[in-house]
């Protein structure tokens, strides 16, 4: 009799805030999730995802019960993300795998699902390599099994982060599935992708096939992953596939991190990697039978209505011989079956082969995701911020209009509209231009008049005009007629005085 033991090992890592990953581990039942959204909405996605992934695994410990589960973890995130607004958005991939028993043949059975880019791997000791039983629901992924880049590039490329698929995005969720025909023996890992960022496929070959202990082998993992550099949260859990031993009497359940808000002592507060983002596959064009049958099971579940999926094209490629024997094919609720597909299932894409990233049309979609800022009270606030701009601007307005100066323009003395030099935003403008010239005036009042001589309405302005004028008219020639009358008086007085 066969039966399954499990380790978890998880850390938040040296840069990140907090952990968004949960692991999860029982005698029967193993996930990863990693969540995205924020600092709270991440850790809250993971967790909601998981625990309700055990509670309706455990209503129905079959395949179909494995990918109902899903869909009832999707359900309760997106309703929970719509509900409270500061959990908007949020969202986890997540990857399971379970137990099923005993195979005539002898060989452990086992259920493995995937939504998002956490990954799940099969040890295969005879060529000391693991073998990537998952395929990454993202762009950067899609792009490369399309040909358009190599794998190198991907993990550089500035849209490796983005996802086609994770849960809580979308009201129904597609979750690839397969069905694992194991030998006593084998190994599998299950791990986020903080995991995979640090350490190659080699290297993590190594580690599972040199340590024996399934806990000492998720530690050792979580500890190389740190040692590279511990940018992202690093989750890894370790299933081993055991015969001739009782299955375990009690049936514990391991989530980790307890504390969803745990942070690494050596973190710095600041979420400095990169943050996962999640958007919607390209709605379907074509129904098939297996989407009825899964659209059954997730009604079964409370989750709504599912989205048909696309008919999906499998590359004619065959899995090494050494998988071959182990595993059957994937399951097709989605995608649908097709003999002699490789070992992951390829993920929907568009008419040339690239994932088309979506956006729900429509007036309920604009609702569903807005929030309500304009209220009787900002209103109220915007209307007298109004009205005091306004006033403040009627009042600079009459201000200037109301002000007149006697200045210099273009060589003549000139009656101008307005404040000398400009009121704000507001300039001078020029009413009468006299043909009073500065040489017919005063030094002292020309001094003045470059400064401009101000004045309280347009008529008083015109009377400092003729007041200037008369300078030239009667002032100038006066000081001239008494100069010379005193001259003679002096002159003459002598005279008078000696005769």
């Known amino acids: 009799m066969s039966r399954m033991r499990t380790a978890a090992a998880t850390d938040t890592g040296y840069l990140r805030a907090s952990n968004q990953d949960v692991a999860l581990a029982t005698s029967d039942l193993a996930a990863v999730a990693d969540g995205m959204g924020g600092h709270l909405g991440g850790e809250v996605a993971a967790r909601i995802a998981v625990e309700h992934l055990l509670d309706a695994y455990r209503r129905d410990r079959t395949t179909d019960g494995l990918i109902a589960a899903v869909v009832a973890a999707n359900s309760a995130v997106y309703s929970r993300s719509k509900s409270d607004r500061n959990l908007r958005g949020m969202g986890t991939t997540l990857t399971a795998a379970a137990f099923m028993g005993d195979k005539p043949d002898g060989k452990a059975q086992l259920a493995l699902v995937n939504v998002g880019d956490s990954r799940g791997y099969l040890l295969d000791r005879a060529e000391r390599r693991v073998h990537k039983l998952t395929e990454d629901h993202s762009v950067v992924e899609e792009m490369v099994r399309s040909g358009e880049l190599t794998t190198e590039e991907a993990a550089v490329h500035p849209h490796r982060h983005i996802l086609t698929r994770a849960l809580g995005i979308e009201p129904s969720i597609e979750p690839d599935c397969w069905e694992l025909d194991l030998e006593p023996g ?73 504390v969803a808000t745990a942070s690494h002592s050596g973190g710095t507060g600041k979420e400095i990697a990169p943050i996962t983002e999640a958007v919607a596959l390209t709605p379907p064009v074509e129904a098939t039978a ?67 990233v979506l956006v729900r049309k429509g007036k309920d979609r604009r609702r569903e995701h807005r929030d309500r800022i304009f209220t009787i009270r900002v209103a109220l606030f915007v209307l007298v911020f109004v009205a005091v ?84 008219t009667v002032i100038v020639p006066s000081e001239s007629t008494t100069t010379t009358s005193a001259h003679a008086t002096a002159t003459t007085v002598p005279t008078k005085g000696t005769g």
């Open 389 to 472: 701009l306004g006033s403040t601007a009627g009042v600079v307005v009459w201000f200037d209009k109301a002000s007149f100066y006697v200045g210099l323009d273009q060589g003549h003395v000139t009656i101008f509209q307005g404040r000398p030099g400009g009121l704000l935003w507001f300039k001078p403008s020029v009413v009468e231009r006299t043909t009073i010239t500065p040489a017919e005036l005063l030094s002292s009042n020309v001094d003045y008049l470059k400064q401009g001589m101000e004045e309280s309405s347009y008529q008083a302005a015109l009377n400092l005009v003729h007041s200037l004028a008369l300078e030239h």
């Open 290 to 356: 297996a989407a009825e049958a899964y659209a059954a099971v997730a009604g079964a579940t409370g989750a709504g209505a599912t989205r048909e999926p696309d008919a999906l094209a499998f590359e004619e490629t065959d899995p090494p011989a050494a998988v071959q024997e182990s595993l059957a094919v994937p399951l097709t609720k989605s995608p649908p079956v097709v003999q002699g597909a490789p070992l992951s299932g390829a993920a929907p894409r568009g008419p040339h082969g690239r994932p088309m």
């Open 186 to 258: 084998s190994r599998l890992l299950l791990c986020s992708d903080g995991l995979t960022n640090e350490l190659d496929e080699q290297e993590i070959a190594n580690v599972l096939l040199d340590e024996a202990d399934a806990e000492k082998t998720a530690s050792e993992l979580v500890r190389l992953a740190l040692y590279r550099g511990g940018i992202d949260n690093v989750t890894v859990v370790v299933l081993d596939v055991l015969s001739g031993e009782a299955p375990a009497e009690t049936d514990d359940v391991v989530v980790i991190p307890v």
